[in-house]
């Protein structure tokens, strides 16, 4: 396993046009969390020049450094967009520091795509994002945390706790204070549902961002294209929210993304609803034969497979990393996890709530009456989600350029949570600019109603402005390439 840098040089700045800020920090150093991120997923350092940043610095408020979080994860992908975009312009060459298009990131449209899933509208009905029985409950010696939003979740958790199917948030309350956080903790984790007791601040010293190059297989030509992803197919093995927002990136920029569900999982509609745009969605049973021979048929020529299942889940279908690549040398794997890749936990299901609460985010934005609170947004979501998209783009440019190979990629939400908790320095805001979401808000016709949505916020100088098609309805689609 590659290690990768934990941070960056301080590089000598560009010029910035006078109304932007650039991505210089105070003291001359490119800012701190965007040469972090770029370090992490092997970016060359000079590049960092063409980033900059404007709008209101009071978005995303908390005690942990979530604005700087934000803006730097879009900021990384949207640089990975140009330079890979520039390379594909150049005919797979090699890009100088002036081709690679301007980055300029604003931070109201970053934090408004933050919150994609408050901000979304179908016939102007507002989504339900959590289910009555998610959430902070007090336990016998402190707080837990459990997540319910499935059915299945749901009925494994009131199962673990011996309680009937109609149970409330009452009687739940009720049951919970009677036990210790560590005891449901461990209980629910037996049952296969999810409560996971706040403990307090600590650093676990997860990475950002782990590569493996993998062979020296050279990677098919890229033809000149608008869009850097254009023609690149990618298979998306992920549900939620950080899997599907990388991948909904990836649609964006031009990919082909073909998301593939079993049939035997639920998914909620409303969620897909946001994540789904620009790409489109099937279900396949790997247990069947003929569904296993359409996704063979897909991988056939897949350029990349999205994996947002925990550690071991799809070996078992021989869909492991290194069998991927045994059989697609050249193959880019980007898997995710919640709560990292060493350690008793690695194998745990968990959301980004669940990890907010277990490496101690949930303390740290406690209200004054002790009570955990919880980040602005789902923000190890979505700034996972723009690093995993931004990993893959970097992978596509780096084989293409000067180091050919498959790639094995790994990211996490508790690596994303580590680095917000001990690497970003805070700046305090330099600006009381007002946020106006509207903004970056747009309205378009799907087959579920109207939606209202947030547009993306990865821009470059000639980036798309939005996606190309909105989400179709969840597993319609045929299992093949456009």
């Given at each position: 396993m590659t290690e990768r840098p934990t941070s960056a040089s301080d590089?000598?700045?560009?010029?910035?046009?006078?109304?932007?800020?650039?991505?210089?920090?105070?003291?001359?150093?490119?800012?701190?969390?965007?040469?972090?991120?770029?370090?992490?997923?092997?970016g060359r350092a000079e590049l960092l020049e063409r980033v900059s940043f404007h709008g209101p610095d009071t978005v995303l408020p908390a005690r942990l450094p979530v604005r700087q979080l934000a803006r730097a994860t879009v900021a990384a992908c949207s640089l990975a967009a140009a330079e890979l975009s520039a390379v594909r312009g150049r005919g797979g060459e090699g890009a100088t520091v002036a081709e690679v298009p301007a980055v300029r990131i604003d931070q109201a449209a970053v934090a408004t795509a933050f919150v994609s899933e408050r901000h979304l509208r179908i016939d102007g009905r507002t989504p339900v994002s959590f289910a009555p029985l998610s959430g902070f409950w007090q336990a016998a010696d402190g707080w837990v945390r459990t997540h319910a939003n499935y059915?299945?979740?749901?009925?494994?958790?009131?199962?673990?706790?011996?309680?009937?199917?109609?149970?409330?948030?009452?009687?739940?309350?009720?049951?919970?204070?009677?036990?210790?956080?560590?005891?449901?903790?461990?209980?629910?984790?037996?049952?296969?549902?999810?409560?996971?007791?706040?403990?307090?601040?600590?650093?676990?010293?997860?990475?950002?961002?782990?590569i493996r190059v993998i062979g020296e297989t050279a990677a098919r030509p890229l033809p000149a294209a608008t869009l850097p992803a254009a023609g690149i197919r990618v298979l998306d093995l992920t549900r939620v929210i950080a899997g599907p927002v990388a991948t909904r990136t990836l649609a964006l920029l031009g990919a082909d993304v073909l998301r593939v569900d079993s049939p035997r999982l639920p998914e909620a509609e409303d969620a897909h609803a946001d994540t789904g745009f620009g790409k489109r969605s099937t279900r396949l049973d790997l247990a069947e034969p003929a569904d296993r021979a359409a996704f063979e048929d897909l991988l056939a020529t897949a350029d990349v497979v999205v994996s947002g299942y925990r550690p071991g889940a799809l070996d078992t279908h021989g869909l492991a990393p290194d069998a991927l690549l045994e059989r697609r040398p050249g193959l880019i794997v980007a898997q995710l996890n919640a709560w990292g890749w060493t350690g008793p936990w690695t194998a745990r299901r968990g959301f980004d709530s669940l990890v907010q609460a277990g490496v101690g985010i949930a303390a740290t934005e406690a209200a004054p009456d002790g009570r955990p609170g919880v980040l602005p947004a789902q923000a190890l979501d979505h700034g996972t989600g723009y690093l995993i998209a931004a990993g893959v783009l970097r992978a596509l440019t780096d084989q293409r350029t000067d180091r050919p190979g498959g790639r094995h990629l790994r990211f996490s939400l508790a690596g994303t949570a580590s680095w917000l908790q001990h690497r970003i320095t805070p700046v305090p805001p330099l600006n009381d600019e007002p946020y106006a979401p509207e903004h970056s808000l747009a309205e378009t016709d799907s087959p579920y109603g109207r939606l209202r949505h947030a547009l993306p916020p990865v821009t470059y100088a000639g980036a798309p402005a939005d996606w190309s098609r909105p989400p179709g309805r969840w597993g319609t689609d045929e299992p093949v390439w456009l």
């Open positions: 590089q000598p700045s560009g010029g910035r046009p006078a109304s932007d800020r650039s991505a210089q920090g105070p003291h001359g150093a490119y800012d701190q969390p965007t040469a972090h991120a770029w370090a992490a997923l092997d059915p299945h979740h749901r009925t494994r958790l009131l199962s673990a706790l011996e309680l009937p199917a109609d149970t409330g948030p009452e009687q739940l309350a009720k049951t919970l204070r009677d036990h210790p956080a560590a005891w449901i903790q461990e209980r629910a984790y037996e049952a296969g549902a999810l409560a996971v007791a706040v403990a307090p601040a600590r650093d676990t010293a997860h990475p950002l961002a782990e």
